[in-house]
């Protein structure tokens, strides 16, 4: 039977497990559009092709699936490369389809043409420029397949106008073999540096975990906490490792790094062995980088051999699929004991908690984080945008699920939060779904609150509004003797916007009507934004200021429990 390029294209999405789509039509793209009412597709139509990328990144990242975002060509396909880079850094599954003009006008400056496989070649693991209709179905095939396994990533497919609408006799095999030489991910680590490993575990008195995203992307979380309760083995993550180790654990220490909890970066700077599992010893995390983990050998776990040794000494490096690494590893781990090791960070935990959030005048950003996590009993899935908003997000509340905290890691994308929440609620619709963002960095993408109308996409908004770019004017106040330049923020009135969005709102200036607040948003069948206007300037500590080692953190004046544990009533062996 004859089938058009454009049909060719959804009919392979739909064999590639596709339900979903986050996109923008243009002219370009309309042969693909003409067509999509014929297959099980859900088109999303965002107001801003960023907005597609965020939300195909924020889908991937709550379901594990691969994301999907199109645009036409031209600024269409522009618009995308700030998602297309944010998903690169952060390992996130995405296919992102571009149209491109017609074949006899490439290379001709036509209207609306851009080379953007050149664009997108940095940020991207492969893009394709399909110039035969025949050619569509082994691309879309390679394209999910590179997207989704080994280190996921973003992959581009950009096909002209006329391939989309080119009519080819077509049968579509039933299977597509993917023979890609140059594409041979290594899956299982070697034996002989796994019992090096574990090895080192059972001779280290301070052994510490410190778990990233590619925990999460290996779905390797219950292999994580086998290993550590089974070694008594601590855990702290990167920003984006949140969720991959229950926040409530005896064994949890939270997170590291610029903005992590100063017991956490006390306990890197004390250990003799750090087992570091699917992530990148990223400058955030490491702050100085010769004075890293200083007592400590190291075993790096990760699928990617570039980033063994790139910032940091190796003692003992493991290339590998994390669940697979860690399930040959648990076979090998003994029971221990660290009960010593484990007070030290207790001690630690005591002597340096966190900000208070009950304590100082007015409303403080962190006690509304809390309340959240309170009124949701911990059970949502978070989004973010990116400033201080995120880290109060990443540091008040308490994730126990792997995937529940959705959050730019690599790139900071502002504008990231809005979008990828509406990606996240559309892929798990059942789960309660909050965006935490600033302002500022709400205003980037505030459009898409049109997209959550229209698609009755019940996403709940909590904007910490401090009328600054927060992290900036922080650093401005610390280290440029406060001249606060182009971050005072004017904003709209955020509860006037929602309800010209038909999106029911409210302000909140005192504590007192804060859990009301968010009670009323949870009780609310839609989308629902809260406006709370908190402390203009207070700032994220801990703080590992630029060029310090996580030794040097710099802690706020005010104090509390968050983060102790109760510990007293457990047997040794447990601690």
């Given at each position: 039977m ?10 392979g999405?739909?064999r ?6 986050f ?10 559009y003409?067509?999509?009412?014929e297959f099980?597709?859900r088109?999303?139509?965002v107001?801003?092709e960023?907005g ?12 594990g699936?691969v994301?999907v975002?199109l645009?036409?060509?031209g600024p269409g ?7 297309i ?11 992102a389809?571009t149209g491109?003009?017609?074949r ?6 036509a209207?609306q ?8 070649l940095?940020?991207?693991k492969?893009n394709?420029l ?10 879309v095939?390679e394209?999910?397949h590179?997207?989704?396994t080994?280190?996921?990533g ?5 096909i ?7 009519q080819i ?5 039933e ?6 030489p140059g ?5 299982r680590?070697?034996?002989a ?8 575990i059972?001779?280290?008195e ?11 992307i290996?779905g ?7 290993l ?7 855990v702290v993550?990167?920003?984006l ?7 409530t ?6 997170m ?5 909890m100063?017991y956490a970066n006390?306990?890197v ?11 990148r010893?990223d400058?955030?995390v ?9 007592h400590?050998?190291?075993?790096h ?11 940091v000494?190796?003692?003992v490096?493991i290339v590998g699929?994390?669940?697979p690494v860690?399930k040959?590893?648990?076979?090998l ?5 660290h ?10 935990r ?31 899935i ?6 201080q908003n ?5 540091q ?8 529940s905290?959705?959050s730019s890691?690599?790139?900071?994308t502002?504008?990231f939060?809005?979008p990828?929440?509406m990606?996240a609620k559309?892929g ?9 963002d600033?302002d500022g ?7 898409e609150?049109a997209?959550l109308?229209?698609d ?5 908004i909590?904007?910490?509004n401090n009328g600054?770019?927060?992290?900036v004017r922080?650093w ?7 001249r ?12 006037k916007?929602?309800e ?13 009507d804060v859990v009301p607040a ?12 809260i406006?709370?206007m908190?402390?203009?300037e207070?700032?994220?500590f ?5 060029g ?14 968050k983060?102790l544990i ?7 062996s447990?601690?």
């Amino acid at each position: 039977m004859k089938m058009s390029g454009g049909q060719i294209l959804c009919e392979g999405l739909v064999r590639e497990g596709v339900d979903v789509i986050f996109g923008f039509p243009g002219g370009a793209v309309l042969p693909l559009y003409d067509v999509l009412p014929e297959f099980p597709l859900r088109h999303i139509l965002v107001r801003h092709e960023q907005g597609a990328a965020h939300a195909a990144d924020g889908y991937a990242r709550a379901t594990g699936r691969v994301g999907v975002c199109l645009a036409t060509s031209g600024p269409g396909a522009t618009n995308l490369v700030t998602g297309i880079a944010n998903a690169y850094l952060d390992s996130v599954p995405m296919v992102a389809i571009t149209g491109q003009v017609a074949r006899p006008f490439i290379g001709k400056d036509a209207f609306q043409e851009i080379d953007i496989t050149g664009i997108t070649l940095p940020i991207t693991k492969h893009n394709y420029l399909v110039l035969e209709t025949s050619s569509i179905p082994s691309v879309v095939r390679e394209a999910f397949h590179i997207a989704g396994t080994g280190r996921p990533g973003p992959v581009l497919i950009d096909i002209p106008r006329d391939v989309f609408a080119e009519q080819i006799d077509f049968h579509y095999p039933e299977t597509v073999e993917v023979d890609l030489p140059g594409y041979k991910p290594t899956v299982r680590g070697h034996p002989a540096q796994i019992k090096k490993a574990a090895r080192a575990i059972a001779e280290s008195e301070k052994p510490l975990i410190l778990a990233g995203r590619g925990v999460l992307i290996s779905g390797a979380h219950r292999e994580l906490r086998q290993l550590a309760e089974t070694a008594q083995v601590p855990v702290v993550t990167t920003l984006l490792g949140i969720g991959s180790f229950p926040e409530t654990h005896v064994l949890s220490y939270g997170m590291v790094g610029m903005h992590g909890m100063a017991y956490a970066n006390k306990a890197v700077s004390s250990t003799d062995l750090l087992i570091a599992i699917g992530m990148r010893f990223d400058d955030r995390v490491t702050g100085k980088i010769n004075a890293f983990a200083p007592h400590a050998r190291i075993i790096h776990i990760d699928l990617d051999p570039a980033e063994i040794g790139k910032n940091v000494r190796v003692d003992v490096p493991i290339v590998g699929d994390i669940a697979p690494v860690l399930k040959e590893l648990n076979k090998l781990i003994t029971t221990a004991n660290h009960a010593e090791w484990i007070e030290q960070l207790e001690d630690f935990r005591r002597k340096h908690p966190m900000v208070d959030a009950s304590d100082g005048e007015g409303l403080l950003p962190q006690y509304v984080v809390d309340k959240i996590y309170e009124v949701t009993g911990g059970e949502a899935i978070i989004a973010t945008g990116v400033g201080q908003n995120q880290m109060w997000a990443a540091q008040h509340y308490w994730y126990n699920k792997p995937n529940s905290f959705i959050s730019s890691g690599g790139l900071g994308t502002m504008g990231f939060g809005l979008p990828a929440a509406m990606g996240a609620k559309v892929g798990c619709p059942d789960s309660t779904v909050w965006c935490i963002d600033g302002d500022g960095s709400l205003q980037m993408t505030i459009q898409e609150l049109a997209t959550l109308v229209q698609d009755k996409i019940a996403v709940k908004i909590a904007v910490l509004n401090n009328g600054y770019l927060g992290m900036v004017r922080q650093w401005q106040e610390l280290f440029y003797n406060k001249r606060y330049v182009a971050t005072p923020l004017y904003c709209p009135d955020f509860v006037k916007i929602a309800e010209g969005y038909c999106i029911a709102g409210l302000r909140v200036t005192r504590r007192e009507d804060v859990v009301p607040a968010l009670e009323k948003a949870m009780a609310h069948d839609g989308p629902f934004l809260i406006d709370f206007m908190v402390e203009p300037e207070e700032n994220v500590f801990p703080m590992v200021p630029p060029g310090a080692s996580l030794a040097e953190v710099m802690e706020a004046p005010r104090k509390s429990r968050k983060g102790l544990i109760d510990t007293s009533s457990l047997p040794v062996s447990n601690i």
